[in-house]
């Protein structure tokens, strides 16, 4: 059974709540607000995870991030809302201890501007499109890959 659509004003501020509760290390508070069927979707991941499908694959990398990026922080701005879908960009920033996936730890600094699309359905976050711009990233933690040849 579907319940009445929510106001723009109320997925807002789910989207917030939920975002502050993660920011705070809060995960049982942020895994109730995602609902079962999620989909993640990310062009700047590698290939095999920019399309996470269940909560299993999105709090397994998740997770993997936290422990990669311990103590991070990520500020929400510019937030609006459409219906059923909420909009921010945020601010992120952390010191990479750990491996993500095949990326080797660096120990560098990063900032990361964020740009998320995120679906609600029943007061839950169902659907997430999120972009960034990876060379800046992968830049900043010393990762970007040599020009080949024939590059200019």
């Not at 920011?23 to 590698?46: L, N, T, W």
């Not at 660096?106 to 711009?133: A, Y």
Request: aromatic share 8%; hydrophobic share 40%.
């Amino acid at each position: 059974m579907r319940l009445p659509s929510r106001t723009e004003e109320e997925n807002k501020a789910i989207v917030r709540n939920t975002h502050a509760a993660l920011a705070k290390g809060d995960f049982e508070s942020f895994k109730a607000a995602i609902g079962p069927d999620y989909v993640r979707h990310c062009q700047a991941m590698p290939p095999g995870l920019q399309e996470l499908h269940g909560t299993d694959e999105f709090f397994a990398f998740l997770e993997e991030f936290v422990a990669a990026v311990p103590g991070y922080t990520d500020t929400l701005s510019q937030m609006m809302a459409d219906g059923d879908r909420v909009a921010y960009v945020s601010t992120m920033s952390g010191v990479q201890t750990g491996p993500m996936g095949d990326l080797p730890a660096t120990g560098k600094e990063f900032t990361l501007v964020n740009i998320v699309i995120q679906r609600l359905e029943n007061g839950k976050i169902v659907e997430t499109w999120v972009s960034w711009d990876n060379v800046a990233f992968l830049s900043q933690l010393n990762l970007m890959p040599e020009p080949g040849p024939g590059t200019a």
